[in-house]
């Protein structure tokens, strides 16, 4: 199986990177700077540089092209303000969904975040909120796509705790953290699981282990 991977230099990318290169898979991420090639390429995937935020449709559905599987990991990062969030969070996922319905590319994973699916409370700081609500219509928008198999992923908190391989994943979870390690095993398992087709599932740690958790979603 080919993945690709945008945003393929994140924390959870790399972790995703590894997982499928250990067992196989013939994994690509997209990266916005060439001297970001080198992380991925000792996570045993092949780097692509292209700027979401600048690439048209076809440049990013070209490399895109024999997938079988797209994921888009990519966001504005921490110390980005408020017009990234709107250009990478929002549009790049749009422009990314676009461009696997151009090559032809059905099974699409969305890396999402909790809370992205109502307006941010009161008093949020306002660059988490502009993140939020770039997530949500982001999410809206790929759910609205019919030319697309797609899943939407919101972890919780996120942290570099290493991974216990348990979680808990549900269409809703309640508040909670995640390691990135455990988020990019439930990650590998969603690609391979059908039954998680058109769903919007939360994750946050637990004491299910992943492939359980995962294949209990798809059952209901």
Same mark, same amino acid.
């Given at each position: 199986?080919?993945? !690709?991977?945008?945003?393929?230099?994140? #924390?959870?990318?790399? *972790?995703?990177?590894?997982?499928?290169?250990?067992?196989?898979?013939?994994?690509?991420?997209?990266? *916005?700077? $060439?001297? #970001?090639?080198?992380?991925?390429?000792?996570?045993?995937?092949? $780097?692509?540089?292209?700027?979401?935020?600048?690439?048209?449709?076809?440049?990013?559905?070209?490399?895109?092209?024999?997938?079988?599987?797209?994921? %888009?990991?990519?966001?504005?990062?921490?110390?980005?303000?408020?017009?990234?969030? =709107?250009?990478?969070?929002?549009?790049?996922?749009?422009? %990314?969904?676009?461009?696997?319905?151009?090559?032809?590319?059905?099974? %699409?994973? !969305?890396?999402?975040?909790?809370?992205?699916?109502? =307006?941010? $409370?009161?008093?949020?700081?306002?660059?988490?909120?502009?993140?939020?609500?770039?997530?949500?219509?982001?999410?809206?928008?790929?759910?609205?796509?019919?030319?697309?198999?797609?899943?939407?992923?919101?972890?919780?908190?996120?942290?570099?705790?290493?991974?216990?391989? #348990?979680?808990?994943?549900?269409?809703?979870?309640?508040?909670?953290?995640?390691?990135?390690?455990?988020?990019?095993?439930?990650?590998?398992?969603?690609?391979?699981?059908?039954?998680?087709?058109?769903?919007?599932? =939360?994750?946050?740690?637990?004491?299910?282990? !992943?492939?359980?958790?995962?294949?209990?979603?798809?059952?209901?």
């Amino acid at each position: 199986m080919r993945i !690709v991977i945008a945003g393929g230099h994140g #924390q959870i990318a790399l *972790r995703l990177e590894r997982l499928l290169h250990a067992r196989g898979e013939d994994v690509a991420g997209i990266v *916005r700077r $060439p001297e #970001q090639a080198g992380d991925l390429l000792a996570a045993g995937a092949e $780097p692509v540089v292209c700027d979401l935020e600048s690439a048209s449709v076809g440049d990013i559905a070209r490399h895109l092209e024999g997938a079988d599987a797209a994921v %888009f990991a990519a966001g504005a990062g921490p110390g980005s303000g408020v017009a990234r969030k =709107e250009t990478v969070d929002r549009a790049a996922a749009t422009l %990314f969904a676009d461009a696997a319905e151009a090559a032809g590319v059905r099974r %699409f994973v !969305v890396i999402s975040s909790m809370g992205a699916d109502r =307006e941010p $409370p009161e008093g949020t700081d306002p660059v988490f909120a502009a993140y939020l609500r770039a997530k949500g219509a982001a999410d809206a928008d790929v759910r609205a796509r019919a030319g697309l198999d797609w899943t939407i992923l919101r972890p919780g908190r996120l942290t570099d705790d290493p991974g216990t391989g #348990q979680v808990t994943l549900a269409d809703a979870t309640g508040r909670g953290a995640v390691p990135r390690d455990d988020v990019a095993a439930v990650l590998v398992a969603l690609l391979d699981e059908p039954g998680t087709i058109g769903r919007t599932l =939360e994750l946050i740690g637990g004491d299910v282990p !992943v492939a359980d958790a995962v294949r209990n979603v798809a059952a209901h």
